[in-house]
Protein backbone atom coordinates (compact mmCIF):
# COMPACT_ATOMS: atom_id res chain seq x y z
CA UNK A 1 0.00 0.00 0.00
CA UNK A 2 0.86 3.87 -0.80
CA UNK A 3 1.86 6.27 2.30
CA UNK A 4 2.40 9.79 1.99
CA UNK A 5 3.93 11.76 4.54
CA UNK A 6 3.35 15.57 5.44
CA UNK A 7 5.90 16.13 8.89
CA UNK A 8 5.46 19.99 9.24
CA UNK A 9 1.72 20.53 10.16
CA UNK A 10 2.31 23.84 10.40
CA UNK A 11 4.54 26.93 8.78
CA UNK A 12 4.89 30.27 8.35
CA UNK A 13 6.71 32.16 6.07
CA UNK A 14 7.45 36.46 5.58
CA UNK A 15 5.50 37.81 2.77
CA UNK A 16 7.65 37.75 -0.57
CA UNK A 17 10.39 34.98 0.75
CA UNK A 18 10.90 31.46 -0.15
CA UNK A 19 9.34 28.48 1.75
CA UNK A 20 9.71 25.02 1.09
CA UNK A 21 7.25 22.22 2.04
CA UNK A 22 8.52 18.69 2.47
CA UNK A 23 6.62 15.69 1.83
CA UNK A 24 7.91 11.76 1.54
CA UNK A 25 5.72 8.81 0.15
CA UNK A 26 6.18 5.37 0.01
CA UNK A 27 5.53 2.81 -3.02
CA UNK A 28 6.56 -0.16 -4.61
CA UNK A 29 5.37 1.77 -7.79
CA UNK A 30 7.91 2.23 -10.61
CA UNK A 31 5.52 4.61 -12.59
CA UNK A 32 3.09 7.34 -10.85
CA UNK A 33 1.87 10.44 -10.40
CA UNK A 34 2.69 13.15 -7.38
CA UNK A 35 0.82 16.53 -7.12
CA UNK A 36 0.40 19.09 -4.50
CA UNK A 37 -3.15 20.67 -4.28
CA UNK A 38 -3.89 24.29 -2.22
CA UNK A 39 -6.73 24.24 -0.05
CA UNK A 40 -7.34 27.77 1.32
CA UNK A 41 -10.22 28.92 3.45
CA UNK A 42 -13.18 28.77 0.73
CA UNK A 43 -12.35 24.72 0.94
CA UNK A 44 -11.54 24.46 -2.69
CA UNK A 45 -9.27 22.45 -3.47
CA UNK A 46 -6.70 23.47 -6.22
CA UNK A 47 -3.77 21.85 -8.22
CA UNK A 48 -0.64 23.55 -7.61
CA UNK A 49 1.93 21.41 -9.78
CA UNK A 50 2.14 17.70 -11.06
CA UNK A 51 5.36 15.48 -11.51
CA UNK A 52 5.77 11.89 -13.35
CA UNK A 53 7.75 9.83 -11.93
CA UNK A 54 9.28 8.69 -15.47
CA UNK A 55 10.33 12.69 -15.86
CA UNK A 56 13.86 13.22 -14.44
CA UNK A 57 13.13 16.76 -14.65
CA UNK A 58 11.55 19.04 -11.54
CA UNK A 59 7.93 20.48 -12.53
CA UNK A 60 7.49 24.37 -12.55
CA UNK A 61 4.72 26.62 -12.35
CA UNK A 62 5.73 30.26 -12.23
CA UNK A 63 6.30 30.57 -8.66
CA UNK A 64 6.14 27.14 -7.54
CA UNK A 65 8.81 24.10 -8.04
CA UNK A 66 9.19 20.85 -6.68
CA UNK A 67 12.52 18.61 -5.70
CA UNK A 68 11.69 15.25 -6.90
CA UNK A 69 13.75 12.64 -5.37
CA UNK A 70 12.50 9.43 -6.80
CA UNK A 71 15.42 7.35 -4.87
CA UNK A 72 14.58 8.75 -1.78
CA UNK A 73 10.95 8.78 -2.26
CA UNK A 74 10.63 12.62 -1.15
CA UNK A 75 8.42 15.16 -3.07
CA UNK A 76 9.25 18.87 -1.55
CA UNK A 77 7.12 22.06 -2.97
CA UNK A 78 9.56 25.33 -3.07
CA UNK A 79 7.32 28.36 -2.94
CA UNK A 80 9.03 31.57 -4.31
CA UNK A 81 8.47 35.23 -3.84
CA UNK A 82 5.37 33.72 -1.01
CA UNK A 83 2.24 36.14 -1.74
CA UNK A 84 -0.61 36.67 1.03
CA UNK A 85 -2.71 34.36 -1.47
CA UNK A 86 -0.57 31.65 -0.59
CA UNK A 87 -1.35 31.71 2.53
CA UNK A 88 -4.20 27.74 2.28
CA UNK A 89 -3.29 24.37 3.88
CA UNK A 90 -1.12 22.18 1.02
CA UNK A 91 -1.61 18.24 0.14
CA UNK A 92 0.91 15.85 -1.11
CA UNK A 93 -0.47 13.41 -3.26
CA UNK A 94 0.22 10.19 -4.48
CA UNK A 95 -1.29 7.88 -7.51
CA UNK A 96 -0.39 5.01 -9.33
CA UNK A 97 -0.42 5.03 -13.31
CA UNK A 98 -2.54 2.97 -15.12
CA UNK A 99 -6.24 4.40 -16.80
CA UNK A 100 -8.04 2.48 -13.71
CA UNK A 101 -6.16 5.19 -11.68
CA UNK A 102 -6.63 7.79 -13.06
CA UNK A 103 -7.79 10.30 -10.29
CA UNK A 104 -7.43 7.94 -7.20
CA UNK A 105 -5.25 9.92 -5.06
CA UNK A 106 -3.79 8.92 -1.65
CA UNK A 107 -3.14 12.40 0.61
CA UNK A 108 -0.99 13.40 3.01
CA UNK A 109 -2.01 15.10 6.12
CA UNK A 110 -1.19 18.63 4.78
CA UNK A 111 0.58 21.40 6.21
CA UNK A 112 -0.99 24.77 6.79
CA UNK A 113 1.22 27.78 5.45
CA UNK A 114 0.62 30.86 6.69
CA UNK A 115 2.26 33.90 4.81
CA UNK A 116 2.74 37.26 6.78
CA UNK A 117 2.45 40.94 6.08
CA UNK B 1 -16.60 28.21 -16.81
CA UNK B 2 -16.25 24.43 -16.28
CA UNK B 3 -16.45 23.49 -12.83
CA UNK B 4 -17.37 20.43 -10.15
CA UNK B 5 -21.36 21.44 -8.45
CA UNK B 6 -22.01 20.16 -5.22
CA UNK B 7 -24.67 20.52 -2.97
CA UNK B 8 -25.53 21.36 0.01
CA UNK B 9 -22.64 23.04 0.53
CA UNK B 10 -23.92 22.80 4.37
CA UNK B 11 -25.74 20.45 6.11
CA UNK B 12 -26.48 20.19 9.91
CA UNK B 13 -28.77 16.97 10.97
CA UNK B 14 -29.73 15.33 13.58
CA UNK B 15 -28.09 11.59 14.89
CA UNK B 16 -30.40 8.96 12.72
CA UNK B 17 -31.31 11.04 10.36
CA UNK B 18 -30.57 10.39 6.47
CA UNK B 19 -28.75 12.86 4.70
CA UNK B 20 -27.75 12.97 1.06
CA UNK B 21 -24.87 14.90 -0.93
CA UNK B 22 -25.41 15.70 -4.56
CA UNK B 23 -22.53 16.30 -7.29
CA UNK B 24 -22.76 17.34 -10.53
CA UNK B 25 -19.60 16.52 -12.22
CA UNK B 26 -17.48 18.09 -15.46
CA UNK B 27 -19.69 17.45 -18.63
CA UNK B 28 -17.67 15.08 -20.28
CA UNK B 29 -15.68 13.57 -17.24
CA UNK B 30 -16.44 9.61 -16.66
CA UNK B 31 -14.66 9.47 -13.46
CA UNK B 32 -16.29 10.43 -10.11
CA UNK B 33 -14.82 10.30 -6.76
CA UNK B 34 -16.06 10.80 -3.10
CA UNK B 35 -13.44 12.27 -0.67
CA UNK B 36 -14.08 12.75 3.09
CA UNK B 37 -11.93 14.87 5.27
CA UNK B 38 -12.08 14.88 8.76
CA UNK B 39 -9.38 16.41 10.91
CA UNK B 40 -8.12 13.04 12.43
CA UNK B 41 -7.80 11.16 9.13
CA UNK B 42 -7.42 14.03 6.49
CA UNK B 43 -8.38 12.98 3.06
CA UNK B 44 -9.43 9.54 2.18
CA UNK B 45 -11.17 7.26 -0.62
CA UNK B 46 -14.86 6.89 0.04
CA UNK B 47 -16.09 5.69 -3.42
CA UNK B 48 -15.69 6.01 -7.19
CA UNK B 49 -17.71 5.50 -10.68
CA UNK B 50 -16.16 4.95 -13.70
CA UNK B 51 -19.26 5.37 -16.91
CA UNK B 52 -21.54 5.26 -13.86
CA UNK B 53 -20.37 2.10 -12.59
CA UNK B 54 -19.11 1.63 -8.98
CA UNK B 55 -15.57 0.14 -9.32
CA UNK B 56 -14.28 0.70 -5.42
CA UNK B 57 -16.15 1.73 -2.77
CA UNK B 58 -13.91 0.12 0.09
CA UNK B 59 -13.32 3.10 1.80
CA UNK B 60 -16.92 3.04 2.69
CA UNK B 61 -19.02 2.10 5.77
CA UNK B 62 -21.13 -0.26 3.63
CA UNK B 63 -23.81 -0.49 6.77
CA UNK B 64 -25.10 3.23 6.50
CA UNK B 65 -23.31 4.52 3.16
CA UNK B 66 -24.25 4.45 0.09
CA UNK B 67 -23.42 6.09 -3.25
CA UNK B 68 -24.53 5.94 -6.76
CA UNK B 69 -24.47 7.46 -9.99
CA UNK B 70 -28.26 7.86 -11.54
CA UNK B 71 -26.96 9.26 -14.62
CA UNK B 72 -23.97 10.73 -15.80
CA UNK B 73 -24.65 14.34 -14.77
CA UNK B 74 -25.57 13.51 -11.16
CA UNK B 75 -23.71 11.19 -8.35
CA UNK B 76 -24.95 10.63 -4.57
CA UNK B 77 -23.47 10.16 -1.63
CA UNK B 78 -26.44 8.61 1.11
CA UNK B 79 -25.95 8.20 4.73
CA UNK B 80 -28.35 6.47 6.86
CA UNK B 81 -28.76 6.67 9.66
CA UNK B 82 -25.86 9.51 10.20
CA UNK B 83 -24.09 9.82 13.44
CA UNK B 84 -21.77 12.32 14.88
CA UNK B 85 -18.50 10.48 13.48
CA UNK B 86 -20.38 11.18 10.23
CA UNK B 87 -19.67 14.81 10.61
CA UNK B 88 -16.60 15.63 7.85
CA UNK B 89 -16.08 17.86 4.71
CA UNK B 90 -17.64 15.76 1.68
CA UNK B 91 -15.61 16.02 -1.58
CA UNK B 92 -16.69 15.02 -4.81
CA UNK B 93 -14.05 14.71 -8.11
CA UNK B 94 -14.07 14.32 -11.68
CA UNK B 95 -11.73 13.41 -14.02
CA UNK B 96 -11.85 13.08 -17.47
CA UNK B 97 -10.29 9.29 -18.23
CA UNK B 98 -8.31 9.72 -21.29
CA UNK B 99 -5.04 10.12 -20.35
CA UNK B 100 -5.58 13.17 -18.46
CA UNK B 101 -4.17 12.90 -14.87
CA UNK B 102 -6.05 16.20 -12.78
CA UNK B 103 -8.73 15.45 -10.65
CA UNK B 104 -11.42 18.50 -10.22
CA UNK B 105 -12.72 19.31 -7.08
CA UNK B 106 -15.92 20.70 -6.03
CA UNK B 107 -16.59 22.52 -3.35
CA UNK B 108 -17.45 20.33 -0.58
CA UNK B 109 -20.59 19.14 1.65
CA UNK B 110 -19.74 20.05 5.36
CA UNK B 111 -21.66 18.01 7.12
CA UNK B 112 -22.44 18.47 10.99
CA UNK B 113 -24.62 15.41 12.64
CA UNK B 114 -25.51 16.52 15.73
Known amino acids: AQTVTQSQPEMSVQEAETVTLSCTYDTSESNYYLFWYKQPPSRQMILVIRQEAYKQQNATENRFSVNFQKAAKSFSLKISDSQLGDTAMYFC??????????????FGQGTTLQVKP | DARVTQTPRHKVTEMGQEVTMRCQPILGHNTVFWYRQTMMQGLELLAYFRNRAPLDDSGMPKDRFSAEMPDATLATLKIQPSEPRDSAVYFC???WGQGRTEAFFGQGTRLTVV
Open chain 2, 93 to 95: ASV
Open chain 1, 93 to 106: AFMKLGSSNTGKLI
